[in-house]
Structure formats: structure tokens, C-alpha cells
């Protein structure tokens, strides 16, 4: 097995070195305009201090937990700014006591029970891979130890119906492992969010995350058939078929649960052939608004591409796609039965209507070079961070008829919250016939020693100007702790004293990922 980086993002073997780092740190100094050349040091691991663990390991437990401090350490954080800047200084405040890495429910279902006795809290992880503190162990002080479970080892596809096209998958699954059993079957999940490499199917249903593709089926939620999950309270399976209209769904109550309610063990979800037909083109707008314009024609035309990413000129100049003076549209479709090349041309001659510019049979350099940056942005992110660069993200959702003045509120809050010389990017990850989801990358000079501090104004700054502005506080990146005092502001109250019993009613102690979406 690879070994993950124990302080940033992904692999050891794919992180940038300290060699690469210094080498490349005066063009991305120079580019920005702040930030340090030399890159700061991780700390070493022999000098990371952990608190003693507060509960240990029974013994019929000791085949598949661990309080191992390597072990302790990976199951710290999520992969957030401040999860990073924390662990690249070997700062890990809430680390659980003990890790599990069950084989089977039955094994599950055994921590649960252990856990309910010794009191201790329970947090479910998948890749790891939250921006918002859903898989840290921050719990309240009522408990006795906290007991994180892993669920990497419950990762087989264990069934396949081609005939319906859909897949029993084990939650602990990540996307490459997924893609790698579904290839013998010629079919593919098709669900790529960004971090693909390391997230996995329970991870992605427990937080209703959004893939790489623009329009239809963007969300877990259009992919999953029927979920299957373990709580203090017992099983949860619900009937697959594809669709009902008996009352409210037991899938879609799962659905952004956040481990709160269950654990998810496996899940059937839609599959579909490897697509073979492919076109695509990049298209610039001379203005961002223009192009979102050009992108909700293009939403509501019925045409559902594939690929339908809005980059302000920003961005698109940051990643190398172009030249800061245009925004940058990457138009794509594809189809496992069908060539899409007529698709296409009607969506560039609606670009075109609305002022956007290609080049005929060109444009793969632009394309290339923005797809290469958005799969290496999460280790080039801890670059940045070790060169003193502030650099964090968030999105949500919004209605056309709002998008422009929201885009505007969001951007000068968090502008006014950091300062100059403060850089903020938008880019429309997902559209939909009624709005957008836009995506905001921010970078700013970092205060050393002050990072926490000035990350959380910012991001107070931002989620508020987000609900002002009538957007959602999250459209794909989940609620964990980070987002909950905004959660809460959004959701109706009548919904929150649901969601409170029926946690009351299938976690009756509120074992499961406590301080997360609700308060027991």
C-alpha cells in the first residue's frame, strides 16, 4: 500500500519535495505577488507530541484497533487550510484515542458496543479527505475517549447487475478502487470529484458529494440505488429499486447525514458503460458575468454537457490555461453509445451568441493545462501553505437571478476580511437550469503563528456574505464543524428538532460524530 503523507495531501510518493518546493517558490512568489522562497519545514515526526490515550483497547477488540501513534496522527484532521498548517507543525489537539479497521459489519457492530459502555465517541472515516472538520475528533468533554473507525478495509465491489446497470460497492471503497473493479465489467461510477484519489463511496454519501461533471447526475445522490448502513440501534437497508413514492426516502435521510445517524457499509449504486465518444472545446468570455450567461443558456438548453466549467481570467492565468485578460469555459460532452460532435457545435454557437470565442480544432493546450493543474492543486495547496500562503476554498449554490450580485458580496466580504494584497477566484464547478454553484478559491499573505485566527475571519466573513446573498453554505463539501453555526441559521427549525429525534431514536447516547450537523 502507498503510504499517505501524515501531514498534507495524498501520497508521499506524489508530494512535492522540499527540492521542487524551494525550486519552484520564486515563480509562484512572482506570480502572486507575497509569500516567502523558502519553503518551511514539516516537523520532524519524533518531535510530534500526542496526549497519552485516555481509554485502551479491550482485548477482543486488539485483532482490529489500534492506539499506535502513526495511526492516531492519520486519523487527526481532514485535509482543511488549518488541518494542514496543524499537522505540518505537529500540532494535533484532537487525535482519537484508539483507531478501528473493521473487516466486516459484524466487527462494527462489536466497537459499537464496546464504545457505547466506555462511553466514547465514535467518528467514521473514509479518505479523510473533509475541508470542514467532519472527521476530526473535536468532542464534547462528556465523553470519555473518542474512537475513530476507518472503513478502508470494507472496499469490494461485491456485486454487479449489468442487466440494470448498477453495483453493491463496500463504503470503504475510494474512487480509484471503484473505477479499477468496475473496468473488468466495461462500466464506470463516472463520479470524480477532486479528490478522487483518496475519498470513498461512504465518505461520498455521508456528505451528498458532487462529481467533476457539470450537469446531471453531479451529486452521489443521483447515483445511489438503495444504502445500507450500522448504527447503536441496528441495521439500515432500504428496498432497491429505481424510484419510489412510498413516503420519505430512507436513502435520502442518510444522504449528507454525516455519520450521525449510521454508518454506511455498502451501497448500490447506478453504474453505466465506459463512455468511447468524445468532443470538447475551450471557449473565452471577455467578461465572467458574460460567460455565466453562456453558461445558463447552455444549462437550460437541455443539452447537458459533461464538462461545463466557468474559470474567471484569474484563475485561468494562476493554472496556466491563459492570460488573465479572458474568463475560460471548458466545454465538454461524451457518450458510451452515440458521437456527440452535433451536441457540441450547438453549444458553441450558443457561446457564440453570447460572445465567446474558440478556435476550430484547437484549444487542447488550454484544456490540458488546466486539467493538470486541477488534479495537482491539492499538493501544490501545501506548497503554498509551507511558502507562508494563506490558501483555502469554498462553494455553494445560488439562482441565476441572484448569481451576479452575489458573486460581488462574496467576493468584497472576503476581500475586506483578509485585505490587500488578498486574490480571490471564482470558477461554476456544477450548473443547473435554475443556478450555479460557484466555487471561490482565495489566497492571501499568512501571518505565521496567526494562521487560525486569520483563516477563521475570513471564513466568518465569507459564510455570512454567502447567506446574505442567498446562497447555501455548502453545495458539495458538507457541513462538519466548520459550517455548523451556518447550517444552522439555514435550516428550519422545524427540521432541526426532526433531525434531533430521529439521532434521539438511532443514537440514543449521540455516540456517532457528536458536535456534527446537530447538538444531542
Not at 457540441?344 to 453570447?354: Q, S
Request: contains cysteine; glycine residues 10%.
Amino acid at each position: 500500500m502507498r503510504a499517505r503523507n501524515r501531514w498534507g495531501w495524498g501520497f508521499e510518493d506524489a508530494a512535492i519535495s522540499t527540492a521542487d518546493a524551494r525550486a519552484a517558490a520564486p515563480g509562484l512568489v512572482g506570480l502572486l505577488g507575497f509569500g516567502e522562497t523558502e519553503p518551511e519545514e514539516p516537523v520532524a515526526p519524533e518531535a510530534v507530541e500526542l496526549v497519552r490515550p485516555r481509554i485502551q483497547c479491550p482485548p477482543h477488540l486488539r485483532g482490529i484497533c489500534t492506539s499506535d501513534d502513526a495511526a492516531r496522527i492519520a486519523h487527526a484532521h481532514g485535509q482543511s487550510y488549518v488541518d494542514t498548517v496543524r499537522g505540518l507543525r505537529g500540532r494535533h489537539p484532537h487525535a482519537p484515542d484508539l483507531v478501528a479497521r473493521p473487516r466486516d459489519e459484524r466487527e462494527i457492530e462489536d466497537v459499537l458496543e464496546w464504545a457505547s459502555g466506555a462511553n466514547a465517541a465514535v467518528v467514521p472515516y473514509g479518505g479523510g479527505t473533509s475541508v470542514v472538520g467532519g472527521v476530526e475528533p473535536r468532542v464534547p468533554d462528556r465523553f470519555d475517549g473518542v474512537v475513530t473507525i476507518d472503513l478502508g478495509l470494507i472496499d469490494a465491489v461485491r456485486a454487479v447487475d449489468p442487466v440494470s446497470r448498477a453495483a453493491r460497492i463496500g463504503a470503504g471503497a475510494s474512487g480509484p478502487r471503484i473505477e479499477e473493479q468496475l473496468a473488468g465489467h466495461g462500466l464506470t461510477l463516472r463520479f470524480f470529484p477532486q479528490s478522487f484519489e483518496l475519498s470513498t463511496l461512504g465518505g461520498w454519501i455521508a456528505t451528498r458529494a458532487g462529481g467533476h461533471f457539470a450537469t446531471r447526475l453531479t451529486h452521489i445522490d443521483d447515483l445511489v440505488e438503495s444504502v445500507r448502513a450500522v448504527g447503536p440501534a441496528g441495521h439500515w437497508v432500504s428496498r432497491r429499486v429505481p424510484g419510489s413514492g412510498a413516503g420519505p426516502s430512507p436513502d435520502r435521510l442518510l444522504l449528507g447525514s454525516e455519520g450521525i445517524l449510521g454508518i454506511v457499509t455498502e451501497a448500490w449504486v447506478r453504474v453505466r458503460p465506459r463512455p468511447v465518444h468524445r468532443a470538447g472545446r475551450p471557449v473565452r468570455f471577455d467578461s465572467f458575468l458574460r460567460g455565466a450567461e453562456a453558461v445558463r443558456a447552455l444549462a437550460q438548453s437541455e443539452l447537458e454537457p459533461a464538462n461545463c466549467r466557468l474559470i474567471d481570467a484569474l484563475e485561468a492565468a494562476q493554472t496556466g490555461a491563459g492570460d488573465g485578460t479572458q474568463a475560460l469555459l471548458t466545454l465538454g460532452f461524451e457518450s458510451a453509445d452515440h458521437p456527440v460532435e452535433p451536441w457540441l457545435e450547438r453549444a458553441l454557437a450558443i457561446c457564440r451568441e453570447h460572445g465567446g470565442v474558440y478556435e476550430d480544432g484547437g484549444g487542447d493546450r488550454a484544456l490540458g493545462a488546466w486539467r493538470e493543474a486541477f488534479l495537482r492543486m491539492p499538493y501544490l495547496r501545501d506548497v503554498l501553505i509551507r511558502l507562508g500562503v494563506l490558501t483555502d476554498t469554498f462553494e455553494s449554490a445560488v439562482t441565476w437571478e441572484r448569481f451576479p450580485a452575489f458573486h460581488a458580496a462574496v467576493t468584497d466580504a472576503v476581500h475586506a476580511a483578509l485585505g490587500e494584497p488578498s486574490r480571490v477566484t471564482c470558477r461554476l464547478t456544477h450548473v443547473y437550469p435554475d443556478g450555479p454553484a460557484p466555487y471561490f478559491t482565495v489566497l492571501a499573505p499568512a501571518r505565521r503563528g496567526e494562521e487560525e485566527d486569520q483563516w477563521r475571519a475570513m471564513k466568518r466573513a465569507a459564510s455570512t456574505a454567502i447567506l446574505d446573498a442567498g446562497g447555501t453554505i455548502t453545495h458539495h463539501h458538507g457541513v462538519g464543524r466548520d459550517h455548523r453555526p451556518w447550517y444552522d441559521a439555514q435550516r428550519p427549525d422545524a427540521f432541526a428538532a426532526a433531525l434531533r429525534a430521529a439521532k434521539a431514536a438511532l443514537d440514543p447516547a449521540g455516540l456517532l460524530n457528536p458536535g456534527v450537523l446537530i447538538d444531542p
